[in-house]
Structures are given as C-alpha cells and as structure tokens.
C-alpha cells in the first residue's frame, strides 16, 4: 500500500467547513483512496472512498487530485461532533487485507 | 450496513489471568477478520490475520501463544489474551472484511466498537 502523509493536527470552527489534506504522492493506479475516522476510544468508523473521481456521500466529499498524488476530505459543516483522528490509507480493493494505520490528523473542532 | 459487535467492552483483571474477547459480524459472513491493538495516544497496530477454518497469521512481534485467535464459524472470532500483564493493557479492536463488497464498489472493511482491557 502506498504511504500516505498527513497533519497531525487541525482545527475548525463549529459549522464551518474542514478540509483534511493527504499526500500520496505514490500511489499506483489501481488503489482507492479511503478515508476512517476514529473517535476517541471508539473503533474507526469508514467515511469515504474514490480512485480518481470525486465523490460525495451524507458525511463528506472527497477530492482527488487529477494526478492523484493528493486528495482532501472535506467535512462541510463540521460539528462538536466530527472531533476524531482522522486516517487516510491508499490500498487495493478486492483483497482480504488489512487496513495500515498511519498516525492520521486529529481534528478539533471548536464551538 | 453492516455491523461488527465486541464483547466485552471493557474488562478489569488480575495479572495472571485470561481475558477472552469476542468480535462478531452481525449481517454479514466474514472469512477474514482481523485484530489491532492501540497503546494510548497510537494509532492502531496489527496484531493478527484471523481465517476462518485456519490458523491465525500473527505480525512480527505479536506473540501466537500469548494471543490465542479462534476463528471457528464466518461470524465469529475469538481473542484470548493468556496470562495477561499490565503491560498488555490496551484497547483492542477487530475488524471483519465483507466480501459483497469488494471492488471498490464500498467499504470492506467493518470495525467493532473496541474492548479497553486493563490489567491490574
């Protein structure tokens, strides 16, 4: 799996949006981008996936760059609740494979 | 969707003594399953590949006699930590792949809520 880079850290206002960079500047052609997050002391949560399109479901939107070396979540509205570890991994679909954890972004989002 | 349930989700024992936890997939068949430990402040590390019908496959590290893995049906597999420390304090998660669905077309993998085990 490709390596991923993220911050490891971030804030965001109450009901503003809060967008989540990752590199990936390795990243083969036929891995998928997922985003988990993970609220403390609970397991990770999936929120999202893509390969190249941008994609959007009821929690977020993710954009990938044309070249895919980078993409960004973005939470459009974040609330007290988006505050979690968020992780970026780039693997393979159709795999029963684990899932590598790099050290993700934690968010705060403040009130 | 689909759900992955641990049981306990806490556990408080004596050094010395076994602790069992269960992850099961609630909706769906899992052949695979797998278990991540996560020290305070980490991020989640692998300690084993659970199969269905076979043996675990244990990460570099990961002591196989110490992590006793029990993967006898598609809904169910079994951690036992065996004469636990307090070193062995921890927050344990599994996970199950689904594999209706692979292939990009959605998740696959399905996380349980976690077991904080301490030992005292």
């Known amino acids: 799996d490709a390596k991923t880079t993220q911050p490891t850290s971030m804030d965001c206002a109450e009901g503003r949006a809060a967008n989540l960079p990752c590199n990936h500047s390795?990243?083969?052609?036929?891995?998928?981008v997922y985003w988990y997050r993970q609220i403390h002391s609970q397991g990770p949560q999936y929120i999202i996936h893509?390969?190249?399109n941008n994609e959007t479901n009821e929690m977020a939107s993710l954009i990938i760059t044309e070249d895919r070396k980078s993409s960004t979540l973005i939470l459009p509205h974040a609330t007290l609740r988006d505050t979690a570890v968020y992780y970026c991994?780039?693997?393979?679909?159709?795999?029963?494979?684990?899932?590598?954890f790099g050290s993700g972004t934690q968010l705060t989002v403040l009130p | 969707g689909a759900v992955v349930s641990q049981h306990p989700s806490w556990v408080i024992c004596k050094s010395g003594t076994s602790v069992k936890i269960e992850c099961r997939s609630l909706?769906?068949?899992?052949?695979?399953m797998f278990w991540y430990r996560q020290f305070p402040k980490q991020s989640l590390m692998l300690m084993a590949t659970?199969?269905?019908?076979?043996?675990?496959?244990?990460e570099q590290g990961v002591e196989k006699d110490k992590f006793l893995i029990n993967h006898a049906s598609l809904t169910l597999s079994t951690l036992t930590v065996t004469s636990a420390h307090p070193e062995d304090s921890s927050f344990y998660i599994c996970?199950?792949?689904?594999?209706?669905?692979?292939?990009?077309?959605?998740?696959?993998?399905?996380f349980g809520p976690g077991t904080r085990l301490t030992v005292l």
């Open positions: 390795t990243i083969s052609g036929n891995e998928y």
């Open positions: 893509g390969l190249k």
């Open positions: 659970s199969n269905e019908g076979s043996k675990a496959t244990y």
């Open positions: 991994i780039v693997r393979v679909t159709g795999s029963a494979r684990q899932l590598t």
């Open positions: 909706d769906f068949q899992a052949t695979t």
């Open positions: 996970s199950a792949h689904n594999p209706l669905t692979s292939g990009g077309a959605g998740n696959e993998q399905f």
